[in-house]
């Protein structure tokens, strides 16, 4: 059974069997592996869930047959976009009853995936939170179209519904993250500079710096997913956040604590360690120059990829 683009159906097996049939199977899988991380990460927000998400990808796409798949990539994609779908629901679940405020699971990304500077910004911190507001049809059709530029016809022929009604959904998305999102993507130097600020100030106790460089209606979200202490819900406001970063949850300057410049996300970003141990990621929203959003991620369950570099492209 073929679908409209002359692909078969998930599940079809084809005339083709034996090492010649997996080898190509695995060689377009490993072709596109990054891209499909990509894409389940990006409508996730959770590299562990990302990885089940291919996982189960690979058994279907495996069970293809290829000679019926005029395009692989946009095959593949439409394998993954169904199975995050299915997995954003069950995420979403799981977060009714999770502990605290919840951030995306952090990524140490390499200093290629800051140059593409429209990558970058779809897989930060900030633009994550604000696509944790669309509803899961609309995360995946505002991802597939404004991120890898997919047709409208590949789109609905991955979420199951109409071209016509793909438009509308990529429409109301647009308009909902627009009035969400940072007002300018910030160039990485000046999330650098105001990274680096934000550091000395912390490491040296400096108030008044970090006064300095946080915007007035600044927010600071903690994610400890109940196994490390962290706030249980934002922090607003210039002088209550500085206080806190310089006395509050955990000492970022004290005493065997050690903050270390990093990629994460695609952005500048900072390691904490405490007495050299990893406990937590720190990444800011940056705007005007000004310090708009810190996300500080303790969970431990969500700090096992920042060991190495994660592989990100569109």
Known sequence: ??????????????????????????????????????????????????????????????????????????????????????????????????????????LLTAPDVAEDVELADSVSMAMLLVLETLAPTERAVFVLREVFDLGYDEIAAAVGKSPAAVRQIAHRARSHVAARRPRDVVSPAATRDALLAFQQAVETGDLTGLLDIL?????????????????????????????????????????GASMEPVQVNGCPGLLLRIDGELDGVITMRVEDGLVSGIYFVRNPEKLARVAEEIALSR
């Not at 409508?43 to 690979?58: F, H, R």
């Not at 202490?229 to 310089?246: E, H, S, W």
């Open 215 to 255: 915007a007035p209606d600044v927010v600071v979200l903690s994610d400890g997913g109940g196994l490390k202490q962290a706030l249980p819900r934002p922090v607003a406001g210039a002088g209550k956040v500085a206080r806190l970063l310089t006395a509050g949850l955990v000492r970022l300057g004290g005493a």
């Open 1 to 106: 059974m073929n679908d409209e683009r002359g692909g078969s159906v998930e599940g079809a097996s084809g005339p083709l069997g034996g090492e010649g049939r997996m080898e190509s199977a695995t060689e377009a899988f490993v072709t596109y592996r990054n891209l499909l991380f990509t894409v389940a990460y990006e409508m996730l927000g959770s590299a562990a869930d990302a990885e089940d998400v291919l996982q189960e990808a690979w058994l279907r796409w495996v069970s293809v047959d290829l000679a019926t798949v005029r395009d692989q990539r946009a095959y593949l994609v439409r394998i993954v976009t169904r199975q995050a779908l299915n997995r954003l629901r069950t995420l979403g679940r799981r977060k009714e009853s999770y502990v605290g405020p919840w951030l995306p699971e952090p």
